[in-house]
């Protein structure tokens, strides 16, 4: 069975740093579009920041110089490093892998910024 796990999240102080992880089983990461959205209560669910399977990488302008996702495929794991973060950037942080049609997501973890 296929399944994204993430972890990382908490609370942490505006200006502090968080990484992020996202352990996949059943699936090859390097095959896929790999993606970490974000969605605060109320706001529309938003993507930060992604991968492809040939490496490239894009970004939120919001997030642009601030957060690096980065791919481990001996560990079937994509990560997302924050620094500098804001009280904006508190949301729920959610794992999602594309290939084709076929779209799979963890189940997300929270990240609280305090000001």
């Known amino acids: 069975q296929v399944q994204l796990v993430e972890s990382g999240g908490g609370l942490v102080q505006a200006g502090g740093s968080l990484r992020l992880s996202c352990v996949a089983s059943g699936i090859t990461v390097s095959r896929y579009f790999i993606g970490w959205y974000r969605q605060a209560p109320g706001k529309q669910r938003e993507l930060v920041a992604g991968i492809s399977s040939g490496g490239s990488t894009n970004y939120a302008d919001s997030v642009k110089g601030r957060f690096t996702i980065s791919r481990d495929n001996a560990k079937a794991t994509v990560y997302l490093q924050m620094i500098s973060l804001k009280p904006e950037d508190t949301a729920v942080y959610s794992c999602?892998?594309?290939?084709?049609?076929?779209?799979?997501w963890g189940q997300g973890t929270q990240v609280t910024v305090s000001s």
């Open positions: 999602n892998a594309r290939l084709s049609t076929i779209t799979y």
